[in-house]
């Protein structure tokens, strides 16, 4: 069984949709929520699925990237996982960091990679004119929202939509994308899984 801890700095959706897929013959079990935010609402939501929680608060390391991650490193390895989740967390790691999860760190982006990495991306994306938007997992590498993409869905972007209801809506796609991911990472698989799946032409 494969242990899985998963980092968040907000609300916790994905993190709960990740944690909710963990059950049965799935290859993998969440040992421990991190949050770098101690008023992360998600937090709340680990406890309440019975998972460990851990705080390791960025601000209690000001200018000083490589403490706060020694204590992120430190946290993690005291509950041994196999693969860290992203979801949510909104603290960029550094190369010392993510070199030591290489190929078991997994990240959630809302948007088709490799277009708009970074911040504000469903605003980008209207800005831009797309007619279409999505969300990527991906495998976690030095450089930002970089990595091997393992999964993408897609949404149409409708006259009327803005950088919420375009969040909203790709929010619940999220929710099943990245549990269909970590499900086959779990067991060494990296083919990319692709959402919404289309239906076979009659
Ligand atoms: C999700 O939309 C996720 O894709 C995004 O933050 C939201 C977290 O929601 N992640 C990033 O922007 C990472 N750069 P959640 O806390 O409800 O899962």
Not at 110 to 119: A, D, E, F, R
Request: charged share 20%; net charge negative; hydrophobic share 40%.
């Amino acid at each position: 069984m494969k242990r899985v801890a998963i980092l968040i700095s907000g609300g916790g959706s994905n993190m709960v949709a990740l944690a909710n897929s963990m059950i049965g013959d799935h290859p993998a079990r969440p040992v421990v929520v991190i949050s770098n935010d101690p008023k992360a609402g998600g937090l709340a939501k680990a406890r309440n699925l019975g998972i460990a929680t851990a705080i390791v608060d960025h601000r209690e390391y000001p200018n000083d990237r490589n403490a706060f991650e020694g204590v992120l490193h430190a946290t993690l390895e005291g509950y041994k996982p196999d693969i860290v989740c992203l979801a949510g967390f909104m603290r960029i790691l550094t190369e010392g960091f993510t070199a030591r999860y290489e190929g078991r760190m997994l990240n959630i982006h809302p948007s088709l990679l490799p277009k708009y990495k970074g911040l504000h991306t469903h605003a980008r994306a209207l800005e831009a004119g797309d007619a279409e938007h999505g969300c990527s997992v991906h495998e976690v590498t030095a450089a930002l929202d970089d990595g091997p993409v393992l999964g993408q869905a897609r949404i149409a972007i409708e006259d009327g939509d803005t950088p919420d209801t375009l969040a909203s809506r790709l929010l619940s796609l999220e929710h099943q994308l990245y549990p269909a991911v970590l499900r086959r990472f779990a067991i060494g698989d990296r083919a990319p899984v692709y959402l919404p799946i289309s239906e076979p032409i009659p």
